[in-house]
């Protein structure tokens, strides 16, 4: 087998440096790796762990002996960067591929373009999401990134067999390998981690200085713990970091402040319903989200896969108690959105808690609303008025669900906002073209893929008009479709259908 590397640089032995020397040295992912940094101890520490074949104490030692299909990995702090690579520009061939490990890109790149006076084809920009609050050589671990993901940020002028030399070592210490443009990536990470870290570091910082600090880190629970541990994190790397990316951060870091003053807005004012949505959203988001990285269904499959349960019986006595018979699931699917569209709180018993009306519930809250449960069939459902939904955050996210889709089709080509809907595998092969033609004939402004199959593009503000429709063939789910639509349809709409539907 090929290896993807000839000889790897690693400069800085720090967590991530010493964890990607371990991993392509044990693994065999290159002929030698060598070790560059600026501490005696850290050097003894790499080759005593065997990390490194090779140690120096320059940067132009090691750089000067490194020829084409060599790779250099730059492992410092984000500040720190900038000079690296000052060094490094003289002493390399531009057959050298050049990476980095740094949490911020668009510094790094700016860094790059300063250095060589254009972006070097050589430089494929990285970001492995591994790490713990631990630090240095003595935290190094050979398998940090299995099954963790990196982030490259090639640019246009990136060589290719720069990119496919970094994608395969990150892949050969058993990284899954995203690509995405550098301020996408900073942005994302401004939210994800380096908000998050801000919070931790400030919150035990506030704390620290409170009279009762020792009680209160006495009797914290684990809630607290986990939260925090981040603030255990170097601090010279998390300054680098936040300097590096000050705007997305600050920008995220906005919106954040102006949640927080509705939370305290609500608290002082005694608002129960804002609270319960905060909180609402948020679980739920969670799970939602994590389903969906996860590829999991909403609901947990009690059987695994090729599993089979067998019952026998045999004749007993009589018995006796209550049955709940399980709901229905198109009125549980309506319930929720006509409760949605009211004005006022609406109480549903008997829900079905399966995957399809999850996902038209998960639905509506991210379009704003607030809903309760569902607890063993019992959603209490805080209605926003026909004109209260909200832009959602991103697409709307539908599972397997095909009622979900055309039915939200029809109530959201009305709204003022512009919306995607997307589903999973299965779904983004079922036709949506009957829902969307009579959508088209009232006016909006959707679109489907080119076979008429999701995702369903709707944009806003587009203004309906009520129309007569004749459904070609039975459908309770395009009748609704048209119906819904027509609730913000200037004049009558009416729907005729060759036989009776829901």
Not at 364 to 369: I, N, Q, S
């Amino acid at each position: 087998m090929t290896k993807p590397v000839n000889r790897l640089l690693v400069v800085g032995l720090g967590l991530i440096g010493g964890s990607v020397a371990l991993a392509a040295r044990q693994r065999g992912l290159c002929d030698s790796v060598w070790g560059v940094s600026r501490s005696a101890a850290t050097l003894d520490k790499a080759e005593a762990r065997g990390a490194v074949d090779r140690c120096f104490a320059t940067l132009e030692e090691a750089a000067g002996q490194l020829r084409e299909g060599d790779l250099v990995i730059i492992c410092v702090p984000t500040l720190t960067l900038s000079a690296v690579l000052q060094r490094l520009q003289p002493q390399l061939d531009s057959g050298v591929t050049i990476t980095d490990a740094a949490s911020v890109k668009g510094s790094v790149v700016e860094a790059a373009i300063s250095c060589y006076g254009e972006m070097p084809p050589q430089f494929v920009p990285g970001h492995p999401i591994a790490g713990s609050e631990s630090s240095g050589m003595d935290a190094a671990d050979e398998g940090l990134f299995d099954d963790h993901r990196v982030i490259l940020t090639p640019l246009p002028e990136t060589g290719a067999a720069h990119l496919r030399r970094v994608t395969q070592l990150w892949q050969g210490v058993g990284a899954c390998i995203t690509q995405m443009p550098v301020a996408e990536h900073d942005e994302i990470l401004a939210a994800t981690s380096h908000l998050p870290h801000l919070l931790a570091f400030a919150l035990v910082d506030t704390l620290a200085g409170m009279r009762e600090n020792k009680e209160i880190f006495r009797y914290a629970a684990g809630g607290f713990r986990d939260f925090t541990r981040i603030a255990a994190s170097d601090p010279v790397m998390w300054r680098d970091i936040t300097l590096a990316n000050a705007n997305a951060i600050l920008g995220v870091l906005e919106k954040y402040s102006r949640d927080i003053d509705e939370l305290k807005r609500a608290i002082t004012s005694r608002n129960s319903e804002h609270l319960m949505g905060v909180f609402t959203r948020a679980r739920e988001a969670r799970n939602h989200f994590t389903a969906q990285l996860e590829k999991r269904a909403y609901m947990n499959d009690q059987l695994q896969t090729g599993e089979t349960i067998c019952y026998q019986t045999s004749p007993g006595g009589s018995m006796q108690g209550q049955v709940r018979v399980p709901g229905d699931k198109s009125i549980s699917h309506r319930a929720i959105m006509l409760g949605s569209l009211a004005v006022g709180v609406t109480q549903v018993h008997g829900f079905l808690e399966g995957e399809d009306s999850l996902a038209t519930l998960q639905a509506f809250r991210d379009l704003g609303v607030v809903i309760e449960g569902p607890r063993d069939g019992e959603v209490v459902i805080h209605g926003v008025g026909l004109a209260g939904l909200r832009p959602p955050p991103g697409p709307l996210y539908l599972g397997n669900s095909g009622t979900s889709m055309r039915l939200l089709a029809g109530l959201l080509a009305g709204q003022a906002f512009d919306v995607e809907l997307l589903g999973d595998e299965s779904l983004s092969k079922r036709p949506m073209g009957r829902v969307v033609e009579p959508l088209r004939q009232m006016g909006a402004d959707i679109q489907s893929e080119a076979d008429g199959v999701p995702p369903l593009r709707i944009k806003g503000s587009a203004p309906l008009q009520g129309i007569h429709y004749t459904l070609p063939v039975a459908s309770a789910q395009v009748k609704s479709c048209v119906l819904l639509a027509g609730l913000y349809a200037r004049g009558t709409t009416s729907v005729a259908e060759p036989a009776p539907t829901r």
